[in-house]
Nanobody, 115 residues
Framework: QVQLVESGGGLVQPGGSLRLSCAAS????????MGWYRQAPGKPRELVAY???????NYADSVKGRFTISRDNAKNTVYLQMSGLRPEDTAVYYC?????????WGQGTQVTVSS
């Protein structure tokens, strides 16, 4: 089993920045994919960004140029640096990590962008 713990969410004004962290523990051998998803009220969960162990990163069009995903292998942690935040970025953000046979989710962290 793998446990994922997100942190870093909060309330921020439009145009502000936040950095989310997702720390993994447990049997992390075999993890090849680390991603961030978000879910706003009344909407389906959507991909924000992901990064693979080979370093390939991809982003949703809505966050390109504003968000950056990165990872620290020594700390088993993946980050999402969010800048230029907009009210429409308000959502619960979830960390997701995968092996070829299993899919793990964190508990989510709330990000609210409001003046």
């Amino acid at each position: 089993q793998v446990q994922l713990v997100e942190s870093g969410g909060g309330l921020v004004q439009p145009g502000g920045s936040l950095r989310l962290s997702c720390a993994a523990s447990g049997n992390i051998i075999g993890i090849y994919y680390m991603g961030w998803y978000r879910q706003a009220p009344g909407k389906p969960r959507e991909l924000v960004a992901y990064i693979t162990t080979s370093g390939d990163a991809n982003y949703a069009d809505s966050v390109k140029g504003r968000f950056t995903i990165s990872r620290d292998n020594a700390k088993n942690t993946v980050y999402l640096q969010m800048s230029g935040l907009r009210p429409e970025d308000t959502a619960v953000y979830y960390c997701n990590e995968r092996t070829y046979s299993k899919n793990y989710w964190g508990q989510g962290t709330q990000v609210t962008v409001s003046s």
